[in-house]
Each structure stands twice: as C-alpha cells, then as structure tokens.
C-alpha cells in the first residue's frame, strides 16, 4: 500500500524538506480527522487524500496544493470549520479546501440543477486560484480509478460527467496524461463491453505490428543521425476513446484505424523542430494538406508541435509529431507545466504562457456566468465552449484570434469585446463588404464596422455559436427590453392617468415611491417594466394611485365613457416590447389596434383582424394605437397573386418590386393546373401607399388576374 513516506521521498526531489514536513503535518491532521471513515471499498477514507496528492506530486505540484489534496475532503466529512483550517495551515491551503471541497448538496429538483450549481460555484474558486481546478481534476481521477465499488448507473452518471466538464476542462488546460486516463476511464465505465473488445483488438494488433514499428522507427532515427540532427523517435499510442470515436464519427473499421502508424520526435530546440520536418519529408513523401503548425500559431491550451502525415513504405500512413522537450512537458502537463518549471527555480515563458491563458479562460467562465440566466445555461455554454475545433483569422493590426470551427463575424466581433459585439453593423473580410452571419475560414483578415447606436439582434442567436456571443447577446437583449419596456410601460401608465386628468409628473414628490410597496415592488422601473409586458394593468396602477392620493387634493373622477380611447403613437422602431402581428401584417395608414400581451408587451394587429374579436369591448387588453408621423421602418405584407403560369415568372415579379423601391422577403408558387398559378409574395414596404403602388404595377401585368392582399 502507498504511503505518507512513500510520497515523501518522491516529493524529496523537487520539495524542500520543510515544505514536505507541511505536507506530512496536513496528512496527520487528515488522518486523525477520517478516523473510522472508510470508503464503498473497505479501505481507510484517507487513502483517497494520500492518492490524489501523489497525482500532484507526479506534475510537481507545489506543497500548498498537496496540502489543499490531503485536507479536501475535511471540511465536508468531518464537520472541521475552514477557520480551523487557516489556523492550523493557513489562509491560502484554507481557500483553496474550500475550493475544492465537494460542495455542499442542496435539494434541488433535480441532480442536474444541482451539478450546475456545484460547477458554478467552482468556476469562483477558480478564479480567486488556478490550483483549485487543478487538485480538482486529480480528486475526480482518483475517484474514476476506483468507480468499481459503485452502482452500474451511478457509475455511468459520474462517468458522464467526468466526461462532459472535467475530461474537457483537462484538454482545455492542456493537461493531456489526466484528460487521456480520464475518457478512457470513463467510456470503459459507460461502454464497458465496447471497451473491452477494443482493448482487446489493440492488444492483438500491437503484437502483429511490432516488427513494422520498429522498422520504421529506426528508419527514422537512422535518417535524423544521418543528418546530424539530436531526436529522440518514440511510438505513440492512440487511447480507447480516440479509436472508438474515430470509428463512429468517420465510420472507418477498427484495421482502417491501426492502419496509421503514429511517431513522436523530441528534440532541443525550435530551430531542430523544422529541420527534422524537413528531413522527415525527404524521407517519406508528405500527405497533401495534413501538414499542421501549432507552434507558430499554438492551440488555446498552449498545445505546440508540427503535425504531418506521410506516405511510409507500400503506402502505409504514418502521423508524425515533431516538438521540443519543453513542448512535451507543457503537452502532458499544460497548466500544470507552470508549477513544474517553478519547482526547478526557473519562470520558463512556456509555463508562465499557460498560466496567463488560463487565467484567460477563467476571466472568461466569469463574464459568462454574470451574462447567463442561470446555472444549467451557464454550464451548457461551458460545455459547447471547452475545446472545440479551433480556426485562426487576423485582425487589421494582424493580431492572431483564435475562434471554434463555424464561427460567424459575430462570434469574432465579440471574442474581440463585448462592447464590438453590441455595436456592430457591418464587417470587412479581406477588405470585402461580407454579411455579419458570414461562416469564418482560417487564414481571413477581419475589419469589425461599429456604430454607436446600434443594438444586438435576435436573429444573432440562430447563428452564433460561441459561448461569449451567445451570453452577451443575450444579456445585452434582456437590458434591452427591460429598457423598453420600462419606456412603455411609462407611456401605458400616463395614459391611463390621463384619463384621471393627472400624469406621474403631476403627483406629489414620493407619493408613487410610497405606493410601491403596497403593489408588491421594489423600485418604480419594476413596476413600469411589469406594465410595459402586460403582466399588470396600467389602469387598475393608476386608479390605485389616484385613489391614494393625500386628503386635501381634489378626489379622482370616475373615468368617462372615452377611457382607454386616447391612442398611444408607434414608429416601429420602439424595439423589443412592440411587435406587429403575423396574421395580418400591419402597415402605417391601416386603423391599428394594439393587445397588451402577458410578458410580450404590445402586439400591433389591423382594427379588422378576426384574432381581436374575443377581446373587443376589453379596454384593459386593447386599446387604439396611432402611427408616428415619423416612419423609416420598412415592415412586411403578404400578397396573394393569381395569374396564368409561364417561363420567367419570378423574375419579371421581381424585377417589378424592386423597380417599385421594395424587397421581396419571401415567394412560393402553387400550380393550380398547367394554365393558373397561385403566388404567394411577401414584401417589404414603406406604407399603404407604397403598397397600393406595387399592387398597381402588378395588376398592369397582362397574366395577372387578381390581386390581394391575405387577410389572416
């Protein structure tokens, strides 16, 4: 069995002896805490503690995280305070038990709100200290190693996770040995069948291989010495779930998979990096576009090395990776790597690089969690957002952005700022004019075209797919119906008051402050925005506060029979809170009335839709609406057209309504029979008499038989 010594010794070569006295003393201290607690397997509890410290000591961890991994459990299990903790080994151990500490279960409705929240409060320990994710990521390892004590669905749900946060928050950190162990882990406990076959089946298939790796490997070598060139050639394994995965997604048979022979060549330095790949495709003739170079342009992680493919001897694949031995350290260790120079008493860029990025990250988690409604959303975007395909495209000054396979301008105006992203209009590609829902290719010189008022759009979120994008949008979109619907919700308040012949201006100084808490508010924007979605009637707010009104003002009147018939104006252009019916698509100049809509604030329809008869004779739900004289909005109107079916149809319509200074948004045709054809048209007009115009021209058509325009 491991122990405490065991750790000691190995810790001897990186630690001082005092530091290892501390965390022995941490070890003690845990001991004596577990003490008659034992885990599902039988064994004493503080096996696991000493376990997940000598996966830190195997990344060179320093002596407070392995002091954090030994007391982790502490603070939940045994009921010793975090203040007895700092006493004892002060503020910084302290934090970060806290940190990684399972967090307490509250009783949520489910598990999954409640792994959310768990993760959520993690990511703001994570962010007062890096460590704590990394003693995390050890902690779970540990527990995937000994799963076998637990129920079979227990398994598959911690494995799942394990599988989905932690597996993808060790690649994004770059730590590569604990993300590898963990996906392995982790299919064999969901697909245990399917990893044992494929277990299996690689166990055969590197005995028959064998002779073949090792001709090539010495192949290898011998030209590298030939050149005088210092590298070291090594075979690389693939892992379980990369095998399984590449059969699934490529639909490719377990031999097409160990058909490819995979090398790795470490060397000292980054000049001998490109000098061997040189050498290597000399060798073997290199596989047209599978060359890669992560290390002028190196992954999120910090991943670097040089990745081609070759031709080998009959033709066979062979992948080859080429990087330097701090290259490797950081590939296995990522973060981690950052710790592992400081051991050595050296800032290595490298390591020190790694670490500035994932306090980026962090940074990152944080922004997104303030902008995300609540934890599950957060989580989701953590998950989509983790380590995707990457694409690299430049800004005007040339500076590199690093964005996931499929990006949009949007995703890249706000991976530049939030505040870009909010204000775009338009963007340059290569110095060419390209719409804001453009897919992004690697290699592109992006120019992001801002204007001070502008404002996100829902369309956005049916296309961007970073995380950033998605929270801001949406976070930038709630602020703004908020905004607009405390406006609206004034207007709608106002007019009601009206009728009272007073306005919120013209009541007492605090008397509507004084009023909120009678109408279950907390401040006056709660109580406008409520109005403005419909949730509370404006006339029952305003009777409410004249009726309130302090003696000695003169008492309100009974509202006359025109109550309600003071219409509010709209532009169009009010937003978020007012929106214009589908069935019958209002225009300005049509008498339009407006349904107060429970958490959608107006919705404009025409005064003779058939959707309003359940609510005419309801003031309270619908009242008259008037167009602003002022309108630049354009708006949308359906057309039906019945007229005789012939060749270059479409285009003459459309070369029709555009001569008429409108869009075509939508068209389909029905055939009726081989002479009659049904088309269904929707525009972009200005107003009715825009309108009227087109409909104009298209009846001097001579095909046209009748025009209309579709009434729900």
Not at 471 to 496: D, F, M, P
Not at 517 to 531: F, K, W
């Amino acid at each position: 069995m491991f122990t405490i010594d065991d750790l000691a010794d190995r810790l001897g070569s990186y630690l001082p002896a005092e530091e290892i006295q501390q965390v022995k003393r941490a070890f003690y201290y845990a001991e004596q805490a577990h003490d008659g607690q034992r885990r599902r397997s039988g064994e004493p509890y503080v096996t696991h503690p000493l376990a997940v410290a000598n996966i830190l000591a195997n990344m060179h961890m320093d002596h407070q995280s392995l002091m954090a991994a030994m007391l982790h459990d502490v603070i939940e299990d045994t009921g010793v305070p975090k203040d007895a903790l700092a006493a004892q080994f002060g503020e910084p151990v302290a934090e970060l038990v806290d940190g990684v500490s399972k967090l307490t279960q509250i009783a949520f409705e489910d598990k999954a709100v409640a792994q959310a929240e768990n993760f959520q409060k993690m990511v703001l320990a994570m962010s007062r200290d890096i460590r704590v994710i990394i003693v995390k990521l050890a902690d779970r390892l540990h527990n995937m190693r000994t799963l076998g004590a637990l129920r079979p669905e227990k398994k598959r749900r911690i494995a799942r996770e394990t599988l989905e946060i932690y597996a993808r928050i060790a690649s994004r950190l770059g730590i590569n040995t604990i993300r590898v162990e963990l996906e392995d882990l982790s299919f064999q406990a969901i697909y245990p069948m399917r990893a044992e076959r494929i277990k299996r089946a690689v166990s055969k298939a590197r005995g028959h291989r064998r002779s073949a790796i090792r001709q090539l490997q010495t192949s290898l070598q011998q030209c590298l010495d030939d050149e005088g060139l210092s590298g070291n050639v090594v075979g690389r394994q693939k892992h379980l779930l990369s095998i399984y995965r590449k059969m699934r997604d490529q639909q490719k048979s377990f031999a097409e998979i160990m058909d490819v022979f995979g090398f790795r060549i470490i060397t000292d330095s980054v000049d001998s990096c490109y000098r061997i790949l040189g050498v290597v495709h000399n060798l073997y003739k290199p596989v047209p576009g599978r060359f890669k170079d992560y290390i002028a342009i190196p992954k999120a992680n910090g991943y670097q090395s040089l990745h081609t493919t070759l031709f080998g001897a009959g033709g066979m694949p062979i992948e080859v990776q080429i990087r330097t031995r701090e290259m490797e350290a950081m590939a296995n260790n990522g973060i981690a790597a950052h710790w592992l120079y400081k051991a050595g008493q050296t800032d290595h860029p490298i390591a020190e690089g790694s670490h500035a990025r994932a306090r980026q990250w962090v940074k990152g988690l944080l922004e997104m969690q303030r902008h995300a409604g609540d934890s599950l959303e957060f989580i989701e975007h953590v998950k989509n957002d983790l380590f995707p395909d990457d694409i690299y495209v430049f800004t005007p000054k040339g500076d590199i952005m690093e964005l996931p396979q499929g990006a949009t301008v949007i995703d890249f105006a706000y991976s530049v700022h939030t505040d870009i992203g909010n204000s775009c209009i338009a963007c340059r590609i290569d110095r060419h004019l390209a719409p804001l829902s453009t897919r992004l290719e690697s290699g592109q010189t992006l120019e992001i075209i801002t204007a001070p008022g502008a404002k996100p759009n829902t369309t956005w979120l049916s296309f961007v797919i970073t995380a950033k994008a998605r929270s801001a949008i949406r976070h930038a979109l709630k602020y703004q119906q908020h905004t607009e619907s405390v406006q609206l919700g004034r207007r709608l308040l106002n007019k009601a008051l009206a009728d009272f012949e007073t306005s919120l201006e013209e009541l007492p100084e605090g008397h509507l402050a004084a009023q909120l808490e009678a109408l279950s508010v907390n401040h006056e924007d709660e109580l406008l925005e409520s109005i403005g979605l419909g949730t509370r009637m404006a006339y029952a707010v305003a009777r409410r506060l004249v009726e309130a009104l302090p003696e000695g003002r003169e008492a309100p009147r009974t509202p006359s029979s025109s109550q309600g018939d003071s219409p509010v104006v709209i532009s169009g252009a009010e937003g978020m809170v007012i929106k214009f019916a589908r069935c019958c698509h209002p225009l300005p100049g049509d008498p339009v009335l407006g349904h107060l809509s429970v958490g959608k604030g107006i919705v404009v329809h025409r005064a003779d839709c058939r959707n309003l008869n359940d609510l005419k004779g309801d003031p309270e739900k619908l009242f008259p609406l008037e167009w602003s004289e002022t309108i630049t909005e354009d708006f949308p109107v359906a057309l039906r057209i019945e007229m005789e079916t012939r060749r270059g149809l479409v285009a003459e319509l459309a070369s029709l309504v555009t001569d008429a200074d409108a869009n075509i948004e939508r068209i389909g045709i029905e055939e009726r029979d081989a002479r009659l054809a049904i088309v269904n048209l929707t525009l972009a007009v200005h107003d009715r008499i825009h309108l009227a115009r087109i409909i104009k021209r298209i009846r001097n058509l001579p095909q046209v038989g009748r025009v209309g325009r579709v009434r729900n």
